[in-house]
């Protein structure tokens, strides 16, 4: 897995941003597959060793996980291998846009900023998924720009669910997960 060297815009402000969210994406994405029983649906679908990496061309930054048997992710540190589904940014200003919630996913795509390398509804999956977990750790105004549409969640939900992600999240930072 690559990581934001100087080839990727990984020296500027940009670079450094998309470098610091993919780290919390990645994370994130993990957390919320161990909290969060929609999520871990989605995931369902997708068989145990399943990969997915999210990177920017031309090498990096970028983040890799991998589904496990129970069905929950688990970050892959410094993987080099061939991720089964990988979402590509063209560029590092276009993972700023969607990172910076200037631009969502979805519309990323309809720009043709980013691509897909492996099973679409695959990576459909991985959007709900993406989408989820910014509706529930993002505040509700930051998530609306986020997503396409923002769900019918009570925010006693969410405030739950953001409690245990960040706290698994903290568990898993401090695991080294």
């Given at each position: 897995?690559?990581?934001?060297?100087?080839?990727s815009?990984?020296?500027?402000?940009?670079?450094?941003?998309?470098?610091?969210?993919?780290?919390?994406?990645?994370?994130?994405?993990?957390?919320?597959?161990?909290?969060?029983?929609?999520?871990?649906?989605?995931?369902?679908?997708?068989?145990?060793?399943?990969?997915?990496?999210?990177?920017?061309?031309?090498?990096g930054?970028?983040?890799?996980?991998e589904?496990?048997?129970?069905?929950?992710?688990?970050?892959?540190?410094?993987?080099?291998?061939?991720?089964?589904?990988?979402?590509?940014?063209?560029?590092?200003?276009?993972?700023?846009?969607?990172?910076?919630?200037?631009?969502?996913?979805?519309?990323?795509?309809?720009?043709?900023?980013?691509?897909?390398?492996?099973?679409?509804?695959?990576?459909?999956?991985?959007?709900?998924?993406?989408?989820?977990?910014?509706?529930?750790?993002?505040?509700?105004?930051?998530?609306?720009?986020?997503?396409k549409?923002?769900?019918?969640?009570?925010?006693?939900?969410?405030?739950?669910?953001?409690?245990?992600?960040?706290?698994r999240?903290?568990?898993?930072?401090?695991?080294?997960?």
């Amino acid at each position: 897995m690559a990581d934001s060297s100087a080839a990727s815009g990984g020296n500027t402000a940009q670079g450094a941003y998309v470098a610091l969210m993919m780290g919390i994406i990645g994370r994130g994405l993990v957390s919320m597959s161990q909290v969060d029983d929609t999520v871990r649906r989605e995931l369902a679908a997708l068989p145990a060793g399943y990969t997915i990496c999210m990177t920017v061309m031309p090498a990096g930054p970028s983040f890799a996980v991998e589904v496990q048997a129970d069905g929950q992710l688990k970050l892959l540190k410094d993987f080099s291998g061939r991720a089964t589904l990988n979402v590509v940014f063209k560029h590092i200003a276009h993972a700023f846009l969607v990172f910076s919630f200037q631009e969502g996913t979805a519309r990323a795509f309809a720009n043709d900023r980013m691509y897909v390398d492996g099973n679409i509804s695959h990576a459909i999956r991985l959007v709900r998924c993406l989408n989820r977990m910014e509706t529930i750790i993002l505040p509700k105004l930051v998530a609306e720009r986020a997503i396409k549409r923002y769900p019918d969640i009570r925010l006693g939900e969410k405030l739950s669910l953001a409690t245990r992600t960040y706290g698994r999240l903290v568990v898993n930072l401090i695991k080294g997960a």
